[in-house]
């Protein structure tokens, strides 16, 4: 469905929060975001901007599954199956986020958000890119774009993905930035696939999508969009990138970074501008989700997995919990080396038995504890390449260590037993006066 039709159901839900005071895009709506965090939020009036501005609004896995109404446990295995099962988009030559074309377009007007003080400029956060190769063909993924000038912003491009190929081969590229995005984009948008794969075949594959010709770049996008920026990114033109936050919450470097010249803007008549945060719950669900049915697919290559969860507590991308069904005494070990394969920026991935919850750090924790002997159960690997968003990693190069932990029991215990001891289940309605249970998970 359209973004627009989700903030609706939210409404009739009575889930989102309104603000109708006049509020500024300059600090003041991140703020209220971040306080009201996960609770969806619609700025109505924004100081400096015609347009609205939403928020919060899939800062966890159960507002994903909600949108697509699945279980949470069912995320994975949808996610996993689109990119296997994915399939072409219906075109149209009609589309919503072309009601209004804007052939001189002036970045101040739209609620580009700046989000706290050491920021380099006004962000956009919540950006899918698409381009087009001659080769590869169509490719969409994120970056985030600061603001210079009222045509001009500074991209972020990541060295050696995709869009990094498309730009060094070709020295300039059309692109279409596309905000106001259902989630079967987003999702796919953030995917690591091989190069030649258009995501937007992802995204229809979780749900059905019709996309349009861009009017002045040769990429196809959402129909449903509520804003498509297109214009053409320099690899030869640079300007100073940040500061900004970056998933682990860490203020990112300054960087000398491509231009991306605006050229037109298109948007629906009534459009709402998205806002992402950078760092919190949000961003880290965004980036963390789309890696957990590639770790899941590998696992499953040499191991009984049953679940993985790229957790908030590793900024949803250092760090992996795996939970398999062990049969065999190397199961924790070769799934250790297949989630690393799954996932090349991970750090540390735990490897856990299915009796362990891995959405309670907690039960992590005492999993560690109880079943875990680091002279047999570490799995180290030295300098390896990590993730330039690691501060710990080296400067320049981004080599980190790489650990794997085996928290799973032995299949053949000696000594004392590795299972935890059951207590009663008893109905305390049998016990308690009349209600007096309900209120028992709140003490």
Known sequence: MPLRDYVKRLTDQNRLIRVSTPISKTYEIAGVLKKLEPAPVLFERVKESPFRVIGNLFCNKAAFADYFGIRVNEIIPTLARAIDQRSPCQVVDCA???????????????????????????????????????????????????????????MRVVARRHFDTFLKDQRQVDVAVCVGNPPNVLAAAATS????????????ALEPLQVV??????????AEAEFVLEGTVYFDRRHAEGPFIDLTETQDVVRQEPVFEVKA???RRD????ALLPGVLEHKLLMGMPREPTIYKKVNEVAHCLDVNVAPGGCSWLHAIVQIDKRHEDDGRNAIEAAFAGHRSCKHVFVVDQDI?????????????????????????AKEPGSSL?????????????????????????????????????????????????????I
């Open 96 to 154: 919503p986020c072309q009601e209004v074309v804007c052939a001189e377009p002036n970045l101040d007007h739209l609620p580009i958000l700046r989000h706290c003080e050491n920021d380099g400029g006004n962000y956009i956060s919540a950006g899918v890119v698409i381009a087009r190769h001659p080769r590869h063909g169509q490719n969409v993924d994120f970056h985030r774009l600061m603001q210079f000038s009222r045509s001009e912003m500074a």
């Open 193 to 204: 696939v091989d190069i030649g794969i258009d995501e937007l075949e992802i995204a229809n």
């Open 213 to 222: 010709r861009a009017k002045t770049v040769d990429v196809y996008v959402p």
């Open 265 to 267: 803007i298109t948007h």
């Open 271 to 274: 459009a709402i501008w998205q």
């Open 357 to 381: 919850d891995i959405y309670n750090p907690q039960d992590v924790e005492w999993a560690m504890a109880t079943r875990f002997q680091g002279d047999t159960h570490m799995v180290v690997r």
């Open 390 to 442: 690691d501060p710990s990693a080296e400067p320049g190069t981004y080599l980190t260590t790489k650990i794997g932990f085996d928290l799973t029991k032995p299949l053949v215990t000696q000594g004392k037993t590795f299972d935890r001891a059951p207590f009663p289940v008893v109905d305390l309605n049998q016990f308690l006066p009349p209600g007096a249970s309900n209120h028992v998970s709140d």
